[in-house]
């Protein structure tokens, strides 16, 4: 036992930490890119809130729903090839966008496509996980999860870029870097050594018909990385409407939300690897409606900015222990689980932006939207003391922690 506790990664593992975050960081700028040019695209094509709420939303729903075959075929065929080849097909759309985008049917198909940026998360932890002992998985899972960093990365240059040489360059800058990324991954990137078979592409489905764990790790997932995306997504248009900043001064204050989330994940998984999963998820669960509520109030930019930044810290921390909690429980199958909990956080993340806008469109407020937060977050904290914190004791790799 103390010698697996204190087994170090294998030889190789900080160089696939970091070309993984280094990938996840590219694809998550470009799965970024639609939000900070909301505003801009909303003038210029007329649009209402709710449907320019859509076009913010769009990209997420691909990016969401795609994590789940891309952990099941990274678990197969190993995250080198399907990252790589990733890289490459997202280029098209990145392309097209600016030549066929300008309008709000071109916006929508062609936004969705870059969706498939998102789904890179299902492809990295797998990847990563493979690489490191059980006792630094949660550490390292939220370094890789630092990638949400590409966020703030398009919240910050898009704006800029389209002020000084159009929209269109605002996708087209990134072609070059994804191209080069593929390169580099291929060219160095490695599989972590096996010790076994690799599972079927269908195999770790079975375990959703079987368990309840992964459904429980979903919903929270749903509602961290989901309010993270949100969030960070949305926040721009929150700023312009609530406190009339320009769309450059939103793009900047929106990624030092998305910062302060990256920075907190780590933390989270560090968190949980010291404390457990569960313990790190009940801070979390428990400071979120508090947060919530005073956001639903609109109140000032001094009480506004500290609901979103200590939400940011709440949601990077509640990432880290969900992946930690995944590791755990399913080191064999990350892959599969990872794609299904992956693509309910990406679907966190495409919710709100629409609820968001419909409450305004229909209220002139957005306060039922926050209110909403913090009543999730409730449900999430009861289900979390309920399920998990009943974990059985000797649940471990060799079973694989079977909540039945």
């Known amino acids: 036992m103390s010698t697996a506790r204190t087994a170090g990664p294998q030889p190789g593992a900080y160089r696939a930490l970091v070309l993984a975050t280094l990938g996840f960081a590219l694809c998550f700028s470009v799965w970024g890119l639609v939000a900070p040019l909301a505003p801009q695209f909303q003038e210029l094509y007329k649009l209402s809130n709710t449907q320019i709420s859509v076009v913010i939303a769009t990209p997420v729903i691909l990016g969401s729903l795609f994590r789940i075959p891309l952990g099941l075929i990274t678990d197969r065929f190993g995250g080198r090839v399907v990252f790589t080849g990733l890289m490459l097909v997202v280029t098209v759309p990145v392309l097209f966008i600016g030549l066929l985008g300008g ?65 269109q360059w605002a996708f087209w800058v990134f072609i070059i870097p994804l191209i080069a990324m593929a390169a580099v991954f291929w060219t160095l990137g490695r599989d972590a050594p096996s010790t076994g078979p690799r599972p079927s592409v269908t195999a770790g489905l079975v375990l959703f018909r079987e368990e309840v764990m992964p459904w429980v790790l979903s919903l929270f997932y749903f509602l961290t990385f989901g309010g993270f995306v949100a969030m960070g997504i949305y926040l721009p248009k929150l700023l312009v409407d609530l406190f009339g900043f320009t769309q450059t001064g939103a793009g900047m204050r929106a990624a030092g939300f998305v910062v302060l989330a990256t920075l907190s994940r780590p933390v989270g998984g560090w968190l949980a ?10 801070i979390s669960f428990a400071l979120l409606p508090v947060m919530a509520l005073i956001l639903s109030f609109e109140p000032g930019i001094f009480l506004f900015t500290i ?25 064999a199958k990350t ?29 002139g407020a957005y306060t039922l939207g926050f209110i909403f937060l913090a009543v999730f977050a409730v449900g999430c904290l009861l289900v979390n003391a309920l399920f998990v914190r009943k974990r059985p004791s000797g649940a471990d790799t060799a079973t694989e922690g079977r909540v039945r």
């Open 103 to 167: 309008s709000f049917a071109g916006l929508l198909f062609w936004g969705f496509l870059i969706g498939l940026a998102g789904a890179s998360f299902a492809v990295g932890v797998p990847f990563v996980n493979k690489w490191f002992p059980p006792h630094m998985q949660g550490l390292a899972l939220g370094v890789y999860g630092m990638g949400n960093i590409g966020t703030a990365v398009a919240a910050y240059s898009a704006p800029a870029i389209a002020a000084f040489y159009g929209w």
């Open 273 to 282: 690897d010291k404390i457990g999963g569960s313990r790190t998820l009940m």
């Open 307 to 331: 609901g979103a930044l200590t939400s940011a810290v709440l949601f990077g921390l509640g990432n880290g222990a969900v992946f930690k909690l995944v590791a755990e429980y399913y080191p």
């Open 335 to 363: 892959g599969a689980v990872t794609g299904v909990v992956g693509a309910a956080g990406g679907l966190g993340g495409f919710f709100p932006p629409l609820v968001l806008g419909v409450v305004r469109d229909a209220t």
